[in-house]
Each structure stands twice: as structure tokens, then as C-alpha cells.
């Protein structure tokens, strides 16, 4: 069986099927990251302005501009969210998944194999007010 491979900033990453685990198109459960690839690592981003004011009380809206400033940070390192690998998800746990990801999942579309992506619903978040933040892992060619 051949395994899905996912073409990021020039670089072919694998994303095997792994035997016993579901296979999914929204998610991937292993990638691999050619040898001398630049490893970029973006912190939690939250749903908040450039003054670190939360933009709204609605999790889509909160969770659109989360993405979007992890976009920002990930140009800062010279990538973009097609160049991301992996996404971790925080979502507070009073917080509509649905809305959430409705509002995220057209600007995280790709072709190819889906990223992997880690969810949980949390008590809390460092940010008062926030519903969401998301932290992404990204990989460019050498």
C-alpha cells in the first residue's frame, strides 16, 4: 500500500497509514519530516488584536483570527499554514466545536494528505476571555 505525501514549501512529506487506526481526511496520525528540513514551532496563538485585546465573544470569529495570527507569525519565519504539519487546538470546554472548526476549516484546506491535528477541550485558557488557541508546527525544504 502506498502511503499519501503531502508536497510543502518543495519537500515531499510522508504521512503513512498506520495498521489499527482510523484513516480520516480531516486528520493524519504520523508525518515524516525529510532529514535537514527547517523545523518551524508557532507558540498558541488566541483570538485577539495586535493589542492582545480578545476580538469578539463568539468562538468562530475568536478562532478565525487565532488562525489568521498563526498565519502572521509562521510568514514572520518566511512559511504559510499550507507549509504547517501539525496543529494542536485548545477549546474552552463551554466553547461550540462545530463553530469553531466551520469557521477554521476552509482557511486549513489543503490537497493532499491532512495534517495532524491535536484537540482538547479545556477548563481555561491563559488569555481572559479566550476560547481558543491554536499552536501549529511547520517544515520548509533546506
Not at 8 to 36: D, E, K, T
Not at 46 to 69: H, K, L, M, P, Y
Given at each position: ?94 466553547a461550540d466545536l ?6 477554521v476549516g476552509p ?36
Amino acid at each position: 500500500m502506498s502511503e499519501p505525501v503531502a508536497t510543502l514549501a518543495g519537500m515531499s512529506i510522508s504521512y503513512p497509514q498506520v495498521p489499527g487506526l482510523v484513516n480520516s481526511p480531516a486528520f493524519s496520525h504520523v508525518a515524516v519530516i525529510p532529514p535537514g528540513s527547517t523545523m518551524i514551532h508557532v507558540g498558541g496563538q488566541n483570538g485577539v488584536d495586535e493589542t492582545g485585546a480578545v476580538v469578539s465573544d463568539d468562538v468562530a470569529v475568536q478562532s478565525a483570527r487565532a488562525v489568521d495570527n498563526a498565519a502572521a507569525a509562521l510568514a514572520a519565519a518566511g512559511a504559510t499554514l499550507a507549509d504547517v504539519v501539525s496543529w494542536t487546538v485548545l477549546l474552552h470546554q463551554d466553547a461550540d466545536l462545530r463553530a469553531a472548526y466551520g469557521a477554521v476549516g476552509p482557511k486549513l484546506a489543503r490537497e493532499g494528505a491532512a495534517p495532524l491535528v491535536t484537540a482538547a477541550l479545556v477548563a481555561g485558557l491563559g488569555v481572559p476571555g479566550a476560547l481558543v488557541e491554536i499552536g501549529a508546527v511547520a517544515a520548509l525544504a533546506p
